[in-house]
């Protein structure tokens, strides 16, 4: 069964940062690309980062140079270091398997999710 464990949210302040933390099990975790998505209140669900086993890395362009994503094969570990945190990124943060498809990473719709870690920078 499928199942991912997201932990590391908080609160702080902007220019801050954090390091998030996501345990994946019940998948080839070495198989799998994985990325990080985030859902602000009212917007959808968005990817932000993916990595592979591989070392393909991708971000979407507002956390480039501020966000670093990294995997720990070992442990069936994600980790997302985020810094110069902005307003902006106050979500909920989320991991879960990511597919290439049409050009670009998902996550398919009816694979399960996680609760998700809360973020919120404000000062």
């Not at 507002?62 to 902005?86: C, H, P, W």
């Amino acid at each position: 069964q499928v199942h991912m464990v997201e932990s590391g949210g908080g609160l702080v302040q902007p220019g801050g940062s954090l390091k998030l933390s996501c345990l994946a099990s019940g998948i080839r975790f070495s198989a799998n690309a994985m990325a990080w998505f985030r859902q602000a209140p009212g917007k959808e669900r968005e990817l932000i980062a993916v990595g592979t086993s591989g070392g393909t890395i991708e971000y979407t362009d507002s956390v480039k140079g501020r966000f670093t994503i990294s995997r720990d094969e070992a442990k069936n570990m994600v980790y997302l270091q985020m810094n110069s945190l902005k307003p902006e990124d106050t979500a909920v943060y989320y991991c879960n398997v990511a597919y290439y498809s049409l050009d670009r990473w998902i996550a398919l719709p009816d694979d399960p999710w996680g609760q998700g870690t809360q973020v919120t920078v404000s000062s």
